[in-house]
Structure formats: C-alpha cells, structure tokens
C-alpha cells in the first residue's frame, strides 16, 4: 500500500470561493484519482488524474469547476471552483499501485468540506 | 452508470453476533474489493476477489466472489465494537478497464450497547 496525506483536512468556504485540495504520496505511483463524497452517500468518480496531461474527467464533472493538476508521480491537487452549497462534500483522492492487481486503490484521509 | 446495490442498507446488532452482507451487480464483474470507511476517515481496503467462487479471509472477515460473478458477500464473524463504520463494496466497471472503480450503495453497522 502507499501513505496518503490530504490538505487541509477540512474547511468552511463561502459561496462563489474556490478551494484547492492538496494529496500527497509517500511513493511514486501511476494512478491517481479524485472521488467526491457527499453527505451519506457513496462515492462517486470525479476524475483520474493523469501525470503530464490532463485529467479524464466522469460523466457529469467538468475541467472548468474541477480543475486537476498533476505535476509529478506523488502529488496531485483538486481545486472546487466558483463553490455553492451543493458542493459540500468529503473529498478524496486515492492511488492505484499499478501492479497485477492495479485495480486495487488506497484511499486519503478526505477532505471535509462545508460551503455557505 | 453501473450501480452496485448492497443490502441491507443499514444493520444493528449486538456486540459477539455474526453479520453477513451482500453486494449484487446487473453486470459481470472480474473483481470485487470490500471497503470499510470509519467516520471522518478515508475507506480501507479489506479484502479483494479475483476469482469466481474464491472465497476469501481476512482475520473475522470473509469475503466471497459469486458464482455468477454478479454478486459478491462479506461475513463478519463475533462482530466487537472497532466494527462499526459503513461497509462498501467496489469493482472495476465492465468494459472500462482496470483501472477505475465504482462503488456501492454502502451498509452501514452499528453495534447496539
């Protein structure tokens, strides 16, 4: 497995704010991927964040509102554009170790995230 | 998309009984991975499937891959408090590689004092 830190851990944003969420990996790994969470829910697919290109993005999500950077092999950022209170969600961005079993993902701690 | 359903939504039970849940697809899966997220936490992975029948253990938790490749179950046996959390399951979408995964609905386990 890989060690999976997030920041921040959580926050509390205004409507029309945007925020970017940090993860980071103790290891370098090929897939990474940002899921979003919502109140009692399960968690949905924003986006795989692809190093050196862009991010391939789910039905439903769009690069304008959740833009990804992806600038090397341990780190990744999600950024929640132009934010309302729908997006109040955990965010999470997990790793895929790319192995045999590479459909295996290990997941961050989330980001807990409150719009007003 | 895909929907993985899981039953039940929601179990209470007390402490030292046994739980079984499930996990069923309309579609053919070729792998089946247990989660369980505690609160304010990310899920952990618990147990993975690669085999039709193959059946899988984990400590007091064993997991099992459907016949019909279409389901998948996970037994937790004399279930202590540490158990709590939600319980997903999670499995590469058909026709869409390996790499992405989609989850399901989620059963959520509260032990009763």
């Known amino acids: 497995s890989a060690v999976i830190s997030q920041k921040p851990s959580r926050d509390i944003c205004q409507r029309g704010t945007s925020l970017t969420i940090q993860c980071q990996v103790d290891?370098?790994?090929?897939?990474m991927f940002w899921y979003r969470q919502q109140p009692g829910q399960s968690l949905t697919l924003i986006a795989t964040a692809n190093q050196g290109s862009e991010a391939t993005y789910e039905s439903g999500f769009v690069i304008d509102k959740f833009p990804i950077s992806r600038p090397n092999l341990t780190f990744s950022t999600l950024t929640v554009s132009n934010m309302s209170p729908e997006d109040s969600s955990i965010y999470l961005c997990?790793?895929?170790?790319?192995?045999?079993?590479?459909?295996?993902?290990?997941f961050g701690p989330g980001t807990r995230l409150t719009v007003l | 998309g895909q929907q993985l359903n899981q039953s039940p939504q929601s179990m209470f039970i007390q402490e030292g009984e046994d739980v079984s849940m499930n996990c069923t697809s309309s579609?053919?899966?070729?792998?089946w991975l247990w989660y369980k997220q505690d609160p304010g936490e990310g899920p952990v992975l618990l147990i993975a499937?690669?085999?039709?029948?193959e059946l899988t253990s984990n400590g007091r938790l064993t997991a099992q891959f459907g016949i019909t490749r279409k389901d998948s179950f996970l037994n937790i046996s004399a279930s202590i408090p540490s158990d709590v959390g939600i319980y997903f399951c999670?499995?590469?979408?058909?026709?869409?590689?390996?790499?992405?995964?989609?989850f399901g609905t989620g059963t959520r386990l509260t032990i009763i004092p």
């Open positions: 290891s370098q790994v090929t897939m």
């Open positions: 997990s790793v895929g170790l790319g192995t045999r079993v590479s459909n295996e993902q290990f």
């Open positions: 579609s053919i899966f070729n792998t």
């Open positions: 999670a499995g590469p979408p058909p026709n869409f590689g390996n790499e992405k995964l989609t």
């Open positions: 499937l690669y085999k039709a029948g």
